[in-house]
Structure formats: structure tokens, C-alpha cells
């Protein structure tokens, strides 16, 4: 049964506030008109903040939502497509974002896995999937040597060209250039994983902080949300230079550009989704402009959202084309089916 009614402490958000670092502000209730999720998942403990998709090639059905609770006694938790949670990895430090790939070879045989920042200790933390089991060794440092350090985004790159999968990874405050860093992730011998810093690339604002983080493998590009000034687009493969692409969406958000979801129709054409977090809404791009324009905005019943991930896969009689995962700063992540997304962009059209 696709559920179309809102948990009542999701809509009575008209006297809440959230605190982003000191500052606390009013969160508005989400619009009349919001797409309703098909499902909203347990609440975390502390502060859900970023969602990734694992497609179960084997039975779609059974694929898993991977969401980080932001804390200093942070947890991944992994939920069904109903939004129950079947296992939660506790004891991490502030887990921040999370991203999924596919195939990496250790010990000669193919792995799938998450990846999370753990802000508090600098590391990426990394788990097998679906199992969950760390194959990090302990975790991976990030941003040696640097003053600004505090993991926050990640998106992984897979090369088409050799299937080299890339961690790009950004901070919570860094310089002007080079605020983003990019490893390369291989098997250290061991069977464990190991990353090696391959190039450190994009430009910051300095207005707020870089968090979204997200890759188009296809295309070859990586955007990310400098906050409060647009999203950025630059090539995902190093080899190919750091120069800035383009930069889109200024201008066109409540206040904080926040999380990236590309939703693609073929391999070339599709959307681009970023949270306009103050809005309860996303702002849609499409995917392939040279420089994307806003196309509609899409309200969403999803409150204060700045973390997103969607695919495009059949995954069973609820989403047969596609799911769009949404973090809620209620501690929940709500399951949009994306034929009602679709329709409302055909809508604006």
C-alpha cells in the first residue's frame, strides 16, 4: 500500500527550529502541494543527515538504504525499501556523508561498499556490502596536514575507461583552491582498503561551507554545492584537469544550495536535483546543459532537507523507475517514488 499521509509530527513544523552550528532559525512547514514519500523510514537517535542507495543486482527488491546519524555518537543505519532498519554500525564519530559504489577488486574478487566521512577523527570509514563489515583497516585519514580538515561530503567516481574508483572528498572549511580532495581507492594487499591522494581540486566561496557532493559517472563530471553561491561542475577523472566547468544555480535558491541527486533518462540526458533547503524543495537542472537553468522547482514534504540520493533502477511494484531517498531533519529519510517526481516536473514544463 504506497503511503500517502504524513506522520503528524512531520507537519506540525511550524514552531520548530534547528541549530546549524550557533545560529538557530524557523524551519516552515513543508507546502500544501509537497509530493507525499511512499514511505518514511524509523527515526534515527541524534540528526539524520545523508542517504545512499545500494541496488541489490540480484533482486532489486531487496536493495538497501544506507543513512548516516550525525553525531559524536554517530551510527550508519541500513534500511529496507520499507523503511525498516536491519542493521545500524554504531560507535562512529560524527558520521557525516555516505556514497555507495560497485566492483572494487580485493583479494581479486569483487566488492561492493559505503563509504562515510567521520568528521571528528578525519577519516573515511568503509563497509562491505551488504554485510556491513569494515574493510577499512581501522579508516582511512583524510586532508593530512592540513589545518582545515572535518570530512563532510563524499562521492565516489568509477572510471568507465578502467573501472578505477575515486573518493572525492569535501570539508567543512577549506582554502579558496583546492578545497576538495580526491583518493584513489585499491586494495592495500591485504584484502583491506587503502586510498592514495591523486589530485586536490575546486573552488570555494569562503561564504559558507562545501557538504553535497555528487558524481556523474557516465558523463565524467563531479558537482558539488558551494552554499550560498551555486553548484560547480568540473571533470571527475584527474586526468582530465581541474579547470571549472561551469558554475549554475545562483540566484535561485531560498538561501543554502544544498544536496545533489542526478536522476538519468539515458546515459547522456536526465536531471539534476539540489535541495533549496530552506524551502522544503528542490530546484531541477537538466543533466545535460552546458549550463544548467533552473527547469522547476519541486516541493516536498521532507523537512529542512540537505541530503539526497536517487536511481533510476525498477526496484518492485513501487518504484518501477526509480527511487529518490531524502533526508528529513525530523531524524527520518523519506522514499519518494519518482513517477510522482517526473510528474511534477512535466508540470513546469
Known amino acids: 500500500m504506497r503511503y500517502r499521509e ?4 512531520a507537519l506540525m513544523i511550524a514552531g520548530l527550529t534547528a541549530c546549524k552550528g550557533k545560529q538557530t532559525k524557523t524551519i516552515p512547514a ?4 509537497a509530493v507525499k514519500p511512499v514511505a518514511i523510514t524509523t527515526a534515527t537517535q541524534y540528526d539524520s543527515d545523508d542517504p545512499a542507495i545500494w541496488i541489490n543486482k540480484a533482486d532489486s527488491s531487496k536493495s538497501l538504504i544506507i543513512g548516516t546519524d550525525k553525531n559524536t555518537d554517530g551510527a550508519l543505519y ?3 525499501l520499507e523503511g525498516k532498519i536491519v542493521k545500524k554500525i554504531g560507535g562512529l564519530k560524527r558520521p557525516n556523508n555516505v556514497d555507495i559504489a560497485y566492483g572494487l577488486l580485493l ?9 562515510t566521512t567521520e568528521r571528528e577523527t578525519n577519516k573515511l570509514r568503509i563497509y562491505r556490502l551488504p554485510d556491513m563489515e569494515p574493510i577499512d583497516n581501522g579508516g582511512l585519514e583524510v586532508f593530512a596536514g592540513e589545518k582545515e580538515r572535518s570530512p563532510m561530503g563524499i562521492s565516489l567516481y568509477t572510471r568507465p575507461s578502467d573501472k578505477a574508483i575515486f573518493a572525492i572528498v569535501s570539508r567543512k572549511s577549506g582554502p579558496a583552491q583546492g578545497y576538495l580532495w580526491q583518493y584513489q581507492l585499491t586494495d592495500n594487499g591485504k584484502g583491506q582498503v587503502t586510498g592514495m591522494v591523486v589530485r586536490k581540486f575546486g573552488a570555494y566561496s569562503g561564504k559558507k561551507e562545501i557538504e553535497s557532493v555528487a558524481v556523474d559517472n557516465e558523463l565524467g563530471y563531479v558537482y558539488y554545492s558551494d552554499e550560498q553561491t551555486g553548484i560547480r561542475r568540473y571533470h571527475a ?3 582530465k584537469g581541474d579547470s571549472e566547468l561551469s558554475l549554475f544555480g545562483h540566484g535561485d535558491f531560498k538561501a543554502d544550495n544544498e544536496g545533489i541527486s542526478i536522476y538519468k533518462t539515458s546515459d547522456s540526458t536526465g536531471y539534476i536535483l539540489v535541495s533549496d533547503q530552506d524551502a522544503n524543495s528542490f530546484n531541477v537542472y537538466r543533466r545535460e546543459a552546458a549550463n544548467p537553468v533552473l527547469l522547476s522547482r519541486i516541493p516536498v514534504s521532507a523537512i529542512n532537507s ?14 518501477p523507475q526509480g527511487i529518490f531517498v531524502v533526508m528529513s531533519t525530523d531524524k527520518t529519510f523519506h522514499y519518494y517514488d519518482w513517477r510522482d517526481i517526473a510528474a511534477r516536473i512535466k508540470e513546469k514544463l
Do not use: E, K, T
Request: hydrophobic content about 40%; charged content about 15%; cysteine-free.
Open 237 to 239: 577523472d584527474p586526468a
Open 30 to 33: 513543508p507546502a500544501a502541494d
Open 78 to 80: 541500513v534500511y529496507n
Open 107 to 115: 583479494n581479486n574478487q569483487p566488492v561492493d561498499f559505503a563509504v
Open 6 to 9: 504524513i506522520i503528524p509530527v
Open 306 to 319: 540537505d541530503g539526497s540520493d536517487i536511481v533510476n533502477v525498477n526496484l518492485g511494484p513501487q518504484y
